[in-house]
């Protein structure tokens, strides 16, 4: 199967639109896994089913430690056929308050001699509203994170709002939910990845999940790789100080440095952000960098650039208590899931642990606490 896969990306998929490729792709996973008993039947064969993959972390048994980034579905179409494929959670979005076309085609773009891929989607989704609705109906299925991002045209001042009203629509159907304030696309976003303009995103989608019941409900943000390490480390005192449950590093990257593809290929591709494999080293660094400053404190989501299970094994020993993909499943086929689960459950044997989770941070220093000076008497 994988060897076909890769003769038929190489001679017909990677010759045609990539955006059209992932449309017909996600119909053909979707009408599949409609059909009766094919979901169940694909999720035994190919879901994480050794023991030692299963991971405790924000308050859920994820089965195993891989799961679909945000971006592959949109619009919460089909979760269930994303597990089916063997991820262990499937995040949806990124989701707007109001719907969008995103911009204007072509807007997907493989770079194939860098197992990258450039997109400047720019958030195109159907809406809170109506994704929110389509959760309402879909059956039981795996543990779903929702990713909310800001309504382009809503302005930087307005964006909690934005925030807030997705965060109220689609908290009863979350396992978790995460804050996008990274993501290239969206004209003046990563802007919001400072602390003084995250803090009030941060309270207004706390509120509206009290609001909606689920005050409980576990909350991350997604940073940029491109942030400069102080700014990582602002990012990781706030959710210390804020107590989120989670940071997800990294999103895609604006840096086009040390790529192999011709330029002329590259600057056809054009502006937007590129995931794969040469994320791989920043998004480690940065990783690393948030493991030092919060520990074990808040759960840590790795993903960009991972292709193999050896990188996301070092992800893991890294500080991640899970992982995600969605590149490496573009370059690596259908199997991709099923045969990253397994390397690590290999990788976590053959290192002489029980689980996975005993392996959490176990290349990883002891973050550096602060020590808080005691005032003197004479002060």
Do not use: C
């Amino acid at each position: 199967m994988t060897v076909f896969y890769q003769v038929l990306f190489s001679s017909v998929l990677r010759h045609m639109d990539a955006e059209k490729v992932h449309k017909l792709s996600f119909a053909a996973l979707r009408g599949v896994t409609a059909v009766p008993g094919v979901a169940e039947t694909m999720e035994r064969v190919l879901g994480p089913r050794e023991p030692e993959l299963t991971v405790q972390a924000l308050g859920r048994e994820f089965p195993g430690p891989l799961g679909m980034a945000a971006g592959f579905d949109k619009n919460a179409e089909s979760p269930r056929g994303l597990a089916a494929l063997g991820f262990g959670y499937v995040e949806v979005g990124t989701v707007t308050a109001h719907p969008q076309p995103g911009n204007p085609k072509p807007r997907l773009f493989r770079l194939v001699a860098d197992r990258a891929i450039v997109n400047r989607m720019g958030f195109n989704n159907e809406g809170s509203a109506l994704v929110a609705e389509r959760l309402h109906h879909q059956r039981k299925g795996p543990l779903v994170g929702i990713n909310i991002g800001k309504t382009k045209v809503t302005p930087e001042a307005e964006a909690p709002a934005d925030y807030a009203l997705s965060a109220l629509r689609l908290a009863p159907y979350a396992d978790y939910m995460v804050i996008n304030v990274s993501s290239p696309n969206t004209p003046g976003l990563r802007n919001l990845q400072g602390v003084e303009q995250l803090l009030p995103l941060v309270t207004a989608v706390r509120e509206s999940l009290a609001e909606a019941g689920r005050p409980e409900l576990p909350l991350l943000v997604k940073i940029a790789p491109d942030l400069a390490d102080e700014d990582v480390d602002a990012v990781a005192e706030l959710a210390l100080a804020e107590g989120l449950d989670g940071i997800i590093a990294t999103n895609t990257t604006i840096s086009r440095a040390g790529l192999d593809t011709p330029d002329a290929e590259i600057e056809e591709a054009g502006a937007g952000g590129l995931s794969g494999a040469p994320l791989k080293e920043r998004s480690l660094q940065v990783l690393r960098r948030l493991r030092a400053k919060v520990g074990d404190r808040v759960t840590l989501v790795a993903v960009g650039g991972i292709e193999t299970p050896e990188d996301a094994w070092a992800r893991i020993r890294a500080g991640a208590t899970l992982v995600q993909g969605y590149t490496g499943l573009i370059y690596g086929g259908p199997l991709w899931p099923r045969r990253i689960h397994r390397g690590l459950a290999r990788l976590v044997r053959a290192a002489g642990y029980r689980s996975i989770q005993e392996a959490v941070g176990s290349d990883a220093p002891a973050p550096a606490l602060k020590v808080v000076q005691e005032p003197s008497e004479a002060s």
